[in-house]
T-cell receptor, first 114, second 117 residues
Framework: KAGVTQTPRYLIKTRGQQVTLSCSPISGHRSVSWYQQTPGQGLQFLFEYFSETQRNKGNFPGRFSGRQFSNSRSEMNVSTLELGDSALYLC?????????????FGEGSRLTVL | AQSVAQPEDQVNVAEGNPLTVKCTYSVSGNPYLFWYVQYPNRGLQFLLKYITGDNLVKGSYGFEAEFNKSQTSFHLKKPSALVSDSALYFCAVRDPALNTGFQKLVFGTGTRLLVSP
């Protein structure tokens, strides 16, 4: 069974640009969450999608957005990039139907903003 | 708000010795607790979880964790450490404010485990 796939794995952008990251969840998983990991702030929740609907959003500015498609694949977009957006962006999937299911994480997309 | 604390930035242990990585939690209601491990340049891998039931939870790679309600702790343990266990370990608690099946986790700051040969 294939795991969570994130693309691209590494990317470099300059300030002011935008970026789109992609996540393909485990087959059958309907929930996709995104987390940002930085040395200073640790792991912080961005948002979660279930059946194409955003169910919750973390405390990030509106420059961070996402969506989920009918096949459960998800994308997140960051516009007007800032240096502080440099981070490892992790996608996680789960069945989404109950409280006992763990999250399965992808390898992450490492974004560097110059 | 739900939170977990990992008081140690780094834990050093010799191979073959037992290891403990500490985690304390602060929650309203019943805690749903998790441990994850992260190897360099990799995503997080699930180790184990406590939802309810036995206070001693067994997980992957020989790890176990003990849930202690009176001390609000959920320490990760392994009887005999391996060099390959060297990694970053995260304790996490599920945010229970949502009863929709939504799986948001609040993570601790992480503890780096270094196992020396």
């Amino acid at each position: 069974k294939a795991g969570v796939t994130q693309t691209p794995r590494y990317l470099i952008k300059t300030r002011g640009q935008q970026v789109t990251l992609s996540c393909s969840p485990i087959s059958g998983h309907r929930s996709v969450s995104w987390y940002q990991q930085t040395p200073g702030q640790g792991l912080q929740f961005l948002f979660e999608y279930f059946s194409e609907t955003q169910r919750n959003k973390g405390n990030f500015p509106g420059r961070f957005s996402g969506r989920q498609f009918s096949n459960s694949r998800s994308e997140m977009n960051v516009s007007t990039l800032e240096l502080g957006d440099s981070a490892l962006y992790l996608c996680a999937s789960s069945l989404g139907g109950g409280i006992t299911g763990e999250l399965f994480f992808g390898e992450g997309s490492r974004l560097t903003v110059l | 708000a739900q939170s977990v604390a990992q008081p140690e930035d780094q834990v050093n242990v010799a191979e073959g010795n037992p290891l403990t990585v500490k985690c304390t939690y602060s929650v309203s209601g019943n805690p749903y607790l998790f441990w994850y491990v992260q190897y360099p340049n990799r995503g997080l891998q699930f180790l184990l979880k406590y939802i309810t039931g036995d206070n001693l939870v067994k997980g992957s790679y020989g790890f176990e964790a003990e849930f202690n309600k009176s001390q609000t702790s959920f320490h990760l343990k392994k009887p005999s450490a391996l060099v390959s266990d060297s990694a970053l370990y995260f304790c996490a608690v599920r945010d229970p404010a949502l009863n929709t099946g939504f799986q948001k986790l609040v993570f601790g700051t992480g503890t780096r485990l270094l196992v020396s040969p």
